[in-house]
């Protein structure tokens, strides 16, 4: 049974990263078929994360209340509905508005999945059940490119979501049959005040990151910036006199877990970007298609499905310090590849810094997760789960930012845009100058990536293996 679990769990995580990956290729074609603005077009793959992001912990508190395994399923339902939905889109107005749909499903299955792991099985094991959740990413992810490529080629962009359909109500049926409650929900007073607080400080802070990658720096900007900061420490004033808070800062405490979480935030700031940099060098400056670009970066995918699982053991079996920071330091060495990239480098190149990128992903990833959740109180598995999705994916938001302000330090952001969704390529002259601009932000990047490395080993410190739950 606890196999047919991880198969749901697993199939939860495929799906969000075909999704991921085969909305990237789609955007040209959504643009011109809908007439969405160059400007508006990457809300299509922003405004999902910012859903995600944005609710991760509100809905693991939820789980906690209510019961994870149902969330999880409910989760899946509304990706569904919001998948079918973004099918039968008109307009600019309607795709986006149900990509926010399905970021709500996306939410509640990303937030609780961890935790229906963490629940489904025992500590020694989970490293190893996180390791399977790598190959469902990665296979997600191949599949993603793979589908997109042959979907946009010769059938229409909508299938990009009815494929989503069929594979999501599957799932959903067979997590009704053996997905099972295993602990006691919580009886405990939603923190409404707390959910408010905290969802509107996390909007305005990336609301006004995300209008930087396509304006200048402006008093709107740096208004919404300072108001986002202001509201979490509002936020955290407010948790400490609740009773029974959304978000106990107590957690916090645990030896382990603040470490991770920043790990898990500063890890996912440096990584994504990389996504959204490359497909900019590889359209822009190398003249390919995205379909094409895409198709590079698959063996990274297919080899960190493979590492993953053994990442994961190896966590169970010498704790989470050691895998994960090793991870971390591979990253930083495909990092440092990115950033002697020219307009003639060979593209096994790319291909060869993208394997060693998904080695050290394989890596930290299951470590890190299994780190998190050994380290949460049983009652609180919900909401560990999901502050280290919100800590996760607020990395991710921030990363396109980073990636797009620095590149368009020597073009202009609507050109870093344009070559990001695929629908112009850069002179040589340009590309030269483009180049250049993203060695930066590969260097910026490794340099956030040490820091995250650095926070990963100082979990041996606060407790044996970095996976002592409490000390």
Not at 84 to 104: D, H, P, Y
Not at 441 to 463: D, E, Q, T
Request: glycine share 10%; charged share 10%.
């Amino acid at each position: 049974m606890q196999s047919l679990a991880l198969l749901v769990i697993v199939t939860g995580v495929l799906i969000t990263a075909v999704d991921t990956t085969i909305v990237v290729l789609a955007l040209p074609e959504m643009q011109r078929a809908l007439h969405v603005g160059l400007s508006s077009v990457i809300w299509v793959v922003i405004g999902y994360l910012l859903v995600i992001t944005l609710l991760s912990t509100q809905v693991g508190k939820i789980g906690d209340m209510f019961g994870r395994v149902r969330m999880y399923e409910t989760g899946f339902l509304i990706f569904v509905l919001g998948s079918l939905l973004c099918a039968l889109s008109w307009n600019e107005a309607s795709i986006i508005g149900f990509r926010l749909l399905q970021g709500v499903g996306g939410a509640l299955v990303a937030s609780n999945s961890g935790a229906v792991i963490a629940d489904t099985f025992p500590p020694e094991r989970r490293g190893r059940a996180y390791g399977f959740n790598a190959i469902g990413w990665n296979v997600g992810a191949v599949l993603g490119v793979v589908l997109g490529g042959v979907i946009v080629t010769y059938l229409s962009w909508r299938w990009i979501f009815w494929i989503n359909v069929p594979i999501g109500l599957a799932a959903f049926a067979l997590a009704l049959r053996v997905l099972k409650e295993s602990t006691e929900r919580r009886s405990r007073r939603l923190d409404v005040a707390g959910m408010v607080i905290l969802g509107a400080g996390l909007f305005s802070l990336l609301w006004g990151m995300t209008k930087l990658t396509s304006q200048s720096l402006d008093l709107t900007i740096v208004s919404l910036l300072l108001l986002g900061v202001a509201l979490l420490v509002v936020f955290a004033f407010v948790e400490k006199m609740q009773k029974d808070p959304m978000l106990s800062l107590s957690i916090f405490k645990i030896p382990t877990l603040a470490p991770s979480m920043l790990a898990a935030l500063l890890q996912s700031l440096a990584n994504f970007a990389v996504l959204f940099l490359l497909l900019m060098y590889l359209q822009g400056v190398r003249h390919l298609s995205p379909v094409d670009a895409s198709l590079l970066l698959v063996p990274g995918y297919i080899v960190g499905g493979i590492v993953g699982p053994i990442g994961g053991r190896m966590a169970d079996k010498v704790g989470a310090v050691i895998p994960a920071t090793i991870g971390l330091s591979i990253q930083v060495l495909a990092l440092i590849i990115y950033a002697q990239l020219t307009p003639t480098s060979p593209l096994w190149a790319v291909s060869l810094a993208y394997i060693v990128g998904a080695i050290g992903a394989g890596a930290f990833f299951p470590a890190n997760n299994s780190a998190v959740m050994k380290a949460a109180p049983p009652e609180s598995f919900g909401i560990a789960s999901g502050v280290l999705r919100t800590f996760a994916n607020t990395g991710m938001v921030f990363s396109f930012a980073l990636a797009i302000v620095i590149a368009s330090q020597t073009i202009s952001k609507a050109q870093a845009f344009a070559i990001f969704v695929g629908s112009t390529t850069l002179t040589n002259a340009t590309a030269d100058s483009f180049t250049h601009g993203i060695h930066s932000a590969f260097y910026v990047s490794a340099g956030i990536m040490i820091v995250a490395a650095l926070l990963s080993a100082m979990r041996g410190r606060g407790a044996k293996a970095g996976l002592s739950a409490r000390s």
